[in-house]
């Protein structure tokens, strides 16, 4: 059995196809209000860890990162999954519509 290397242009002869330029999708950015709802998820996961530094850790990202996006500065569907990794709860319940503590986070009723 031999091993036969094909190379960029598919053995065809010519040249290797060429790449598409990278673009960030506008539909990945997150809203205003979901900017908003995850920095008040960032200040509550703060109070709930202790620290700036210790909620980083838990993260995965730098102290400084998470002390600007509480600020107000940046925010994105990344630090969201990690913010609800962090928290224990699933992504719409950091960026969806808060619910009142006495109804159900599924159905709205009261219990």
């Known amino acids: ?3 036969y290397l094909i190379p960029p ?3 065809q002869g010519g040249r290797a196809p ?3 330029p990278y673009h960030r999708s506008r539909s990945l950015s997150l809203t205003d ?3 908003m709802r995850l920095r008040a998820a960032i200040r509550n996961l703060r109070a709930l860890y202790g620290t700036w ?3 980083a850790e838990v993260m995965g990202v730098s102290a400084g990162t998470l002390q ?3 600020s107000g500065n940046g925010g994105s569907h990344a630090m969201a999954l990690r913010a609800a990794k962090a928290a224990g709860v699933s992504l ?3 960026l969806g519509r808060p619910v009142a ?3 159900c986070p599924t159905c709205g009723r009261s219990g």
Request: aromatic share 0%.
């Open 33 to 35: 209000v979901e900017r």
């Open 101 to 103: 503590a006495d109804r």
């Open 68 to 70: 600007q996006l509480a």
């Open 53 to 55: 530094a210790c909620l």
């Open 92 to 94: 719409d319940q950091i």
């Open 18 to 20: 060429a790449r598409r």
């Open 9 to 11: 242009d598919g053995g």
């Open 1 to 3: 059995m031999q091993l």
